[in-house]
């Protein structure tokens, strides 16, 4: 390493906070100054239509009624139509005029053209593209048995957000419409049991944020982060139902800590309709991100200190414990699962529960 970089590597780190330190009030200010204009400007939903995928539980069933509060026009996108129904009802009530459900998997492209050509043979539009479908696991990587299931991770995460963007882009860059994204602390926190889940939800972030640039501001892109929020997602997939995908066995009923969905639902739906780029919860997870680029050690030292701790349970995702056997899953020629249907992991006994509470 030449001596130039050697100097700065030292002299970069500290310099920056400091530099960052007496920016801060400066930036504050700004940021204050532009959401107080884009609180005042907010974009008015009300004959507005908005695309929702994973729209059956969770995050995205409260962002469909923060919407139909603002009277939008919805769509609702899932595989599990029998909840779609239901949520739908709610929306009317709520104040939206127009409810139209779609039982899709966002995994299959030609589902995604289905679900936004529809769209726009009956409304004519689509203002917001919102993508909440996703698929969370827990367990050590080399406990997974069965490898098939990890494209089928990445397809949900990833993918399953990839294919809905596309296709409805060209809709999207006619109305100067906005993508919503739900990302992840996971993203850049490395948590213990979430390998394929935050390297998927990694690769998700930096599309968009590559795709940001390429968009410039033609089509507005949000990217909710956050952390652990009590869900299907973090109790457990629903068992036994219509298309849902894993057959946690007990995670169902385990007490989950964290924010208030409906809280969080509203932030967003708050977020996008101001332009915002951004839209965390709890914000001060960011400082997190510190640690790693400046200080990866303690992060590492941190999980290792919990993990040493035996005898705590989790409350994240699942605890580790075996999952519920089921008849095999429909596989293809080759013995891989087909994706979109039920989806069991086996595993190994688990090491040690983990606790965040
Ligand atoms: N909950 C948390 O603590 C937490 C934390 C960080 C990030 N997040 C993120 O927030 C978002 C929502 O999470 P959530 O907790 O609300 O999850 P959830 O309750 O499990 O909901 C996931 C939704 O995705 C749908 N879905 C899954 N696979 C699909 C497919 N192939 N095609 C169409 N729809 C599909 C599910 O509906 P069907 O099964 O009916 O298709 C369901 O409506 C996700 O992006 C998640 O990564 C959540």
Aim: charged share 20%; net charge negative; aromatic share 12%.
């Amino acid at each position: 390493m030449d001596i130039f970089d050697s100097v700065l590597n030292f002299v970069m780190p500290p310099l920056s906070l400091v530099m960052l330190a007496f920016a801060w009030p400066t930036l504050t200010f700004i940021n204050t100054c532009e959401w107080l204009y884009s609180t005042y400007f907010c974009e008015d939903m009300e004959h507005k239509v908005v695309i929702i995928t994973g729209a059956s539980s969770g995050i995205g069933e409260q962002i469909a009624y923060e919407y139909a509060k603002r009277k939008a026009t919805l769509v609702l996108v899932a595989r599990r139509e029998t909840r779609l129904h239901g949520i739908s009802e709610n929306c009317r009530l709520l104040g939206s005029r127009n409810v139209l459900i779609i039982a899709a998997d966002v995994v299959k492209e030609d589902d995604c053209r289905r679900f936004v050509n529809e769209t726009i043979n009956i409304y004519g539009r689509v203002d917001h593209l919102v993508n909440t479908a996703s698929l969370g696991h827990t367990f050590y990587f080399e406990e997974a048995a069965d490898t098939s299931v990890f494209p089928i991770l990445m397809d949900i995460n990833f993918w399953g957000n990839v294919y809905p963007t596309y296709v409805a882009l060209p809709y999207l860059r006619q109305t100067q419409g906005r993508i919503v994204v739900n990302a992840s602390v996971e993203n850049w926190l490395p948590l213990p049991k979430m390998s394929l889940y935050s390297a998927a939800k990694s690769a998700l972030t930096n599309f968009y944020e590559t795709l940001r640039f390429e968009l410039r501001d033609e089509v507005g892109i949000t990217v909710a982060t956050h952390g652990w929020i009590g869900t299907e997602l973090t109790r457990g997939k629903l068992m036994l139902e219509e298309g849902a995908d894993m057959q946690w066995k007990e995670e169902r009923e385990v007490h989950v800590t964290g924010g208030k969905i409906e809280e969080f639902a509203k932030m967003i739906v708050a977020g996008a309709c101001r332009g915002e780029a951004h839209v965390k919860y709890p914000s001060w997870y960011d400082i997190f991100f510190m640690y790693r680029v400046f200080a990866p050690n303690v992060l590492y030292w941190t999980f290792r200190f919990l993990l040493s701790n035996e005898g705590r349970r989790t409350s994240l995702i699942g605890t580790g414990r075996a999952l519920l056997e089921s008849p095999s899953p429909p596989r293809d020629g080759s013995g891989r699962l087909i994706a979109g249907s039920p989806v069991t992991f086996s595993q190994s006994p688990p090491r040690q529960q983990l606790k965040f509470e």
